[in-house]
């Protein structure tokens, strides 16, 4: 964390400023649900191509691994910690409710299934990485870099759209960021409600209030190094509730008859919504692979990404079989509400996970901050002038997730619209994109098996996108007139 300053758009931000720099260094790491990204300036990608020719060749003797200069590189095991937390945080929660909707051998075959199509596409995003680091002779690139470079050394007439591409994958990034920090607002204040509902009783609406001034404030802190502490803590309370989770869940489980096998074909995509939204870790995956001291320990059946995803696929499929299994149809969209709640121990998983959750809200933050905050200093002069409107974006950007939380209170349906909207399109829609375009000029295999694939894929993600957006939108309107 004290090495790391994420950031986002340096390419816009240098546009905004009327700046060009070179490449920066990649991200290190990534904090849990986070998606960061680190984006070279688009003139010193386009500079290793001259020409249309020059830019669609790939120099197969480049190894962008040997390139990287890495003051503090990370190990496999390093790694792999940072893998988990990218990928397990308040989904995991809400995967007893996504088995609801799906019923519990669908709900079991399709988390697998999904966690297998996922880690596909991170496999496709890290070997189009590779071949484009090669082509534009890079050490490393970023999501929304792969993007621009994907279309940049693509067809001829798809070049035009590369500076599209890079925005549409960083508007996706903003907006799942955000979703996230909706999420979050929304988790906590539930948590904190389904403990005072013991003592006395008020809405959501004002927990969410209370809970506002303390956000805005710590949200002003602007290093990342001073929020090291505050994730460690963090970490090691979310760890701690999830284990005490586990220990509710296991005892005294009923038969499995006494929930529904399958699901009616109605709230399926809203299984999809919550199952991506859950899975999407896919941010963080180039950093981690940009940053390993021996980066082809990543890849392989036994390497790194895989065996994180297996981890994380199990941890899923379990707390979302056993937590449907044990809590029925009265499963909530946290496993934390479902707790007993006159119990001592039960009530302090749920403050445990809404400080924790809480806390992390600032780590979920600071990426949506950095992509506008650059283009939002550009348009002042003086310093003071600058630091002011940070400030005020700051405030704006928490207020704002405080009010989307407030307008939208069912945690479930709120869990599910970003899953469908931003986690399908970064997870699913833009990884097969990108692979179709990188090896136009190289080739898709025998019998364009690659092709075929990218597109099944494709079309698994747009009917998830489209439909799970339909539902969740559906349902989010139906608690809404009631």
Known sequence: MTERQPLLLQSDASDYEGSRGSAARPVRSSPPDNTLVNVHSED?????????????????SYNPTHHRDLEHPTSNFDTLVHLLKGNIG?????????FKN?????????????????THCMHMLVNCSHELCRRFQQPSLDFSEVAYCSFESGPLGLRRYSMLARRIVTTFLFITQIGFCCVYFLFVALNIKDVMDHYYKMPVQIYLLIMLGPMILLNLVRNLKYLTPVSLVAALLTVAGLAITFSYMLVELPDVHTVKPVATWA???????????????????LPLENNMRTPEDFGGTTGVLNTGMVIVACLYTAVGFFGYLKYGEHVEGSITLNLPQGDTLSQLVRISMAVA???SYTLQFYVPVNIVEPFVRSHFDTTRAKDLSATVLRVVLVTFTFLLATCIPNLGSIISLVGAVSSSALALIAPPIIEVITFYNVGYGRFNWMLWKDVLILIFGLCGFVFGTW????????????
Request: aromatic residues 10%; proline residues 3%; negative net charge.
């Open 44 to 60: 010193s990608l386009a500079a290793s191509g001259s020409g249309d020719e020059e830019i669609g060749s790939t120099d197969k």
């Open 90 to 98: 308040t989904g995991i929660l809400a995967m007893p409710d996504a």
């Open 102 to 118: 799906a019923g519990l051998y669908v709900g079991l075959f399709g988390t697998m299934i999904m966690g297998a199509i996922c």
């Open 267 to 285: 709230t399926l995509p809203l299984y999809f919504g919550t199952a991506i939204y859950a899975f999407e870790g896919i941010g963080v995956v």
């Open 357 to 359: 959750i809480f806390l």
């Open 471 to 482: 539902a969740s939108l559906a349902q989010i309107l139906n608690d809404t007139t009631h």
